[in-house]
């Protein structure tokens, strides 16, 4: 079998691979608030918002491409294939490492940390497209900023309009309502974060000259949506127990306020063609409604834990890609 191909072959299946962790370590946030106000049992939220990934990863190519060309040049990069390989190997890890303490961390932060830390390893700090890096960067700091004000704002407005209504019959009516925003959030998480692998795949094709253009292949976008569906389908508990009740105490008002605000951040983002972190944008917005609702509601130390992971991500699963990008090149 051609070496190049192979290499090509491990590349998709690690990258199919991450997609699927993803799946299970992400879209649990999107269902969290449902399942925890009992909107939805369980294992009809999870159906649910597999199917709803997929439909999302399905109708959008805009953020692969950016994954593929602003955080490095795949055309003049060093040792495309090793940089790339490293990188996926670092976000899997450090996906399972948070996955299994139950920590919502950002799958994005992991995989962009990585491509940059292997690139690095490879060729230096010139490595990076530092215009579209630092772009992508923004995006992912400025929008839990924006994700907690919305939330905060649309919980403030939903006290307005129902604060004279039976706090009962208002909430069930909510329950009702937050299998639409359980629906949309998983949509929206499926038109961004799936895209991400897509971008990674492409990569490694033109690193390969296995295609010129930052075009994604249908081939590439259905497998990566289909791998996200089926992580999706196995559930990720840990992540849900996390934000669906660590943060705080949530009702169906409080999880349609946050359901909203963030499905409207992220669809934003897939808009314009930039990544973010859809577990930032998430927690965020929950912490916005919380404080809205009552601020010593609000369990701040699961919120600090979460905070601190959000910025270590990118230095640690960096250095964890720069040091198997070592690895590899001794044997490749």
């Given at each position: 079998?051609?070496t ?21 370590h992400?879209?649990?946030?999107a269902?969290?608030?449902s ?38 040049d ?30 919502p961390?950002?799958?994005s ?5 990585s ?29 839990p ?20 209504l ?163 090149n001794?044997?490749?």
């Amino acid at each position: 079998m051609d070496t190049v191909f192979l290499i090509t072959l491990i590349i998709v299946i690690l990258a199919l691979s991450f997609d699927f962790i993803n799946g299970f370590h992400d879209t649990a946030n999107a269902i969290a608030t449902s399942v925890s106000t009992k909107a939805l049992r369980p294992r009809v939220a999870i159906v649910m918002a597999a199917f709803m990934n997929f439909l999302g990863a399905m109708t959008f190519t805009g953020v692969a491409k950016t994954i593929t060309k602003d955080i490095v040049d795949p055309f003049t990069l060093d040792n495309g294939t090793i940089v790339i390989m490293a990188a996926l190997i670092s976000a899997i890890a450090w996906n399972l490492i948070t996955w299994y303490y139950g920590i919502p961390s950002s799958s994005s932060h992991a995989l962009i940390g990585s491509i940059a830390g292997a690139a690095m390893a490879s060729a230096g700090f010139a490595a990076l497209n530092y215009k579209g890096f630092f772009k992508i960067l923004q995006a992912l700091i400025i929008s839990p900023l924006i994700a907690f004000g919305l939330g905060f704002t649309v919980y403030f407005i939903f006290k307005i309009f129902f604060k004279n209504l039976n706090l009962a019959k208002t909430n069930k009516r909510f329950r009702y309502f937050q299998i639409f925003t359980a629906a949309l959030q998983s949509y929206t998480h499926g038109t961004n974060d799936a895209q991400k692998a897509m971008g990674i795949i492409t990569m490694a094709l033109i690193a390969n000259n296995y295609q010129t253009t930052t075009d994604i292949q249908h081939w590439v976008q259905f497998s990566c949506a289909l791998a996200m569906g089926i992580g999706t389908s196995v559930g990720g508990w840990k992540i849900i127990k996390t934000v669906g009740g660590k943060i705080m105490k949530i009702r169906p008002v409080n999880g349609v306020a946050a359901d909203l605000s963030s499905a409207i951040i992220i669809f934003g983002a897939t808009f314009i063609h930039l990544p973010v972190s859809t577990t930032h944008v998430i927690s965020s917005s929950i912490l916005g409604v919380g404080s809205s609702h009552r601020v010593r509601g609000v369990k701040w130390d699961t919120a600090q834990r979460m905070i601190i992971t959000w910025f270590i991500t990118l230095p640690i699963t960096g250095t964890i890609a720069a040091l198997t990008y070592y690895v590899l090149n001794l044997f490749m």
